[in-house]
């Protein structure tokens, strides 16, 4: 095991960073994850995953933060870099995964790359080139509706082929369950006629295996947190997952909080098990629009209770706030809400932190100043929980559609 990271992460946001992160944990990597551009030296770890937050910015701006973020793990020192997109493939008709993963080639050098967001472990699946969710096509998904980045075309040779000047093609299962000798020449066969993306089926973790023994070598890898398994258990078949020393004594007892601007289902869903059992406070954007002194009011609140957990939310009537106030005002209003809200609470002790959302997790670790973190085990499929470079805090960032229904009250335990 070397110093250095030999596998550089590209992560088009927060939580979706924490998701790899925590997933090459359990294969028994040693991650740091960086908020942004990673600064000075980075050592003792395998892997060093950027969290960009450019699933939804305009294309050029996501080409230079992947480039500028890409060169800079290639100077730590990484062999290998993976592009970490969403493994329901967020993205629109002109980006961004077509324009990061075109520029990103150009500059490595990479002849041909894979195109797999399969994730068995969270129900994500590609058959004959489509995509599922949880056992259905992902145009038939609630990600059908999703309010940025509606997926409604199942078919990943086209989604990508409309995002792409270069040729895509699809590497079926039946050639993936050859083997990787089989993928690898058929690898080479297209690109030698001039395609440079090969979305791959893949329907199970040992297809993940296959495929990441085939990429073991290539410049540039393309996916979602199954393929980057996949990459890691093939060239560590042996290794067992890193043991992370516990949260020392004094974050384990120290004050704890739950921050969730997540609105989606599964947040929902542990939003209402931790508040029937724990004290519970509801930011409501319009309060926060009238400018009531709704921040003051959540650190007043958790201040007289913080002997347990308490849990800060924001999801009540989505709709209504959207609706008087816009979409984009009122997630602002409450992004911003709670990020005034985290640095509160951790200046008044709290030094373990939930944090529900990507978006809100961005603006959060923004807020608190936080620069990166060295990646624990996860608590459930990409859920891990995280230490700060500072020393500071243990966080545990999650994106909104995953974790079980019992995930907060399960975090403390799982942290020491
Ligand atoms: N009650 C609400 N009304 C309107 N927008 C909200 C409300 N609560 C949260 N939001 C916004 O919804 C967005 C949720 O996104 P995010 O934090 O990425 O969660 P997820 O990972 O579930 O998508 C954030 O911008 C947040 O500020
Ligand atoms: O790949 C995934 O499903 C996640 O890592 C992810 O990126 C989810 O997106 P957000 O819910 O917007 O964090």
Redesign the pocket.
Known sequence: MTGEPWLGVVADDV?GATDIAGTLVGQGLRVVQTFGLPQGEISDCDCVVVALKIRTVPAPEAVASSLAAARRLRDLGSEQIYFKYCSTFDSTDSGNIGPVADALQLDLGAPISLVCPATPAIGRTVYLGHLFVNGRLLSESSLRNHPLTPMTDPDLVRVLGRQTESEVALIGYETVERGADAVRSELERLAGQGVRYAVADALRESHLTVLGEAARDHQLVTGASGLAWGLASARFRSRGPVVIAPAGEEISRAPAAVLS????EA?REQVALFAAQHPAFAVD?LALAEGQDVVGAALKFAADRLDEPVLIH?????LG??SALG?QR??EL??AA?ARIATGLVGSGVRRLIV??????GAVVRALGITGVRVGAEVDPGVPWTFSLDGRLALLLK???LGRPSLFSDAWEALG
Not at 261 to 264: A, E, I, L, P, R
Not at 314 to 318: F, K, P, T
Not at 356 to 361: L, P, Q, R, V
């Open positions: 939580t601007g997540s609105c989606s947040t954007p924001s999801a009540a009537d989505v706030a959207q979409t009122a997630a409450v992004e709670l529900a959302g990507g978006e809100t997790s994106s909104g559609n």
